[in-house]
């Protein structure tokens, strides 16, 4: 079955690496997102590095969010983006930073929906670019990080950055409403919201939003566990078979100087020095966990199979992971036809 992976992160001198995992998954492109740096010459000089392996990389590139509080931002930004398309940009990444992390000068947070951004958005709609844009996080991250936590595995040491709780941060509910609002005003726009649009905890609340706007697009990256609980499976496996067409396959592997050294995928999301490295070489075993990493993907979408121990940190407690066992139709839609269509490598 053909594959497009619709989510990566791949640092250019970790090209190589990636396309020896994607040879053996079987995956012809990779969608990779540039970090916070991805426009004018250092995104040209990445394009540069992935126009060693034709076709098998499209590149989403940034704005440059350091001046969103300079006058005239947004539509400087708009005239970036032009450039970058013409140097080979084919999307547009928007981070979470938009809502929880991006301030006016006296403090206050910028928010997702703020019209002076618009530029940005409209711009990507006439240059016929998609926007990926995560905005929020699950729940789980605004709650006490105790054993009731569904993430408590993971929002402590290295990641008690993504821990919201008490801080001051918008609710959920506020930064979904205000992203929405966003693609309500950009209907010529294609928005692809990742992580099943911060919704994975709430298929009604994802079908919901899929019903409203046509120009809305889901991929499934890091949020498999949570649709693989014995109690979601079910509904998951009815959510994607009903909104076959609005989902896109995308696994959020990363390959970066921060943890390929370690040798374990950074997705897998362990501590470092969880699992030591020892005598091993790290890139050698940075394949093996990549690999083991989207097999448990493959299996989770085309097997009704239980992962007992899947490769995926979540909760301080072992958890299985349910496969789905979709129909290979529905399967091929979501693996690689729907990112064909939207995100078309040209």
Not at 270 to 280: D, H, K, M, N, V
Request: charged share 25%; net charge negative.
């Amino acid at each position: 079955m053909r594959v497009i992976d619709a989510h990566t992160h791949v640092f250019p001198q970790y090209v190589d690496l990636a396309v020896r995992v994607m040879d053996v998954c079987g995956i012809e492109r990779a969608v990779t997102l540039e970090w916070h740096d991805g426009f004018g010459a250092t995104l040209a000089e990445h394009l540069e590095v992935f126009r060693r392996y034709p076709g098998r990389f499209t590149v989403f590139g940034n704005v440059d969010f350091r001046c969103i509080n300079e006058p005239g931002f947004g539509p400087e930004a708009a005239q970036q983006m032009e450039r970058d398309v013409a140097a080979g940009m084919r999307g547009l990444k928007i981070y979470k930073a938009l809502g929880l992390d991006y301030r006016h000068p006296d403090g206050t947070l910028w928010r997702v929906d703020d019209e002076r951004l618009d530029p940005i958005f409209a711009k990507a709609g006439a240059l016929g670019i998609p926007v990926l844009m995560h905005t929020a996080d699950p729940p789980a991250f605004w709650q006490p990080v105790t054993t009731r936590n569904a993430w408590n595995g993971v929002i402590y040491g290295e990641y008690a950055w993504w821990s919201y709780y008490r801080k001051g941060c918008p609710s959920v509910d506020e930064l979904i409403g205000e992203r929405n609002e966003v693609i309500a005003r950009h209907l010529d726009t294609v928005f692809i919201c990742p992580h099943v649009g911060s919704r994975s905890e709430s298929l009604a609340l994802a079908a919901e939003d899929l019903d409203a706007f046509p120009n809305l697009y889901y991929d499934l990256s890091a949020r498999l566990p949570e649709l693989g609980t014995p109690a979601r499976r079910d509904g998951a496996r009815a959510f994607l078979t009903a909104y076959q067409d609005r989902v896109l396959f995308g696994t959020d592997a990363i390959y970066d100087d921060t943890n390929v050294p370690t040798g374990i995928q950074a997705q897998c999301l362990f501590q470092p020095g969880e699992i030591p490295l020892g005598s091993a070489d790290p890139h050698q075993r940075y394949v093996e966990t990549t690999v083991t990493f989207l097999q448990s993907h493959f299996d989770f979408l085309l097997t009704d199979s239980v992962q007992h121990d899947p490769p995926f940190k979540r909760t301080t407690t072992p958890f299985d992971m349910c496969g789905l066992g979709l129909d290979r139709t529905v399967a091929e839609k979501i693996l690689f036809r729907n990112a064909e269509r939207l995100i078309p490598d040209r």
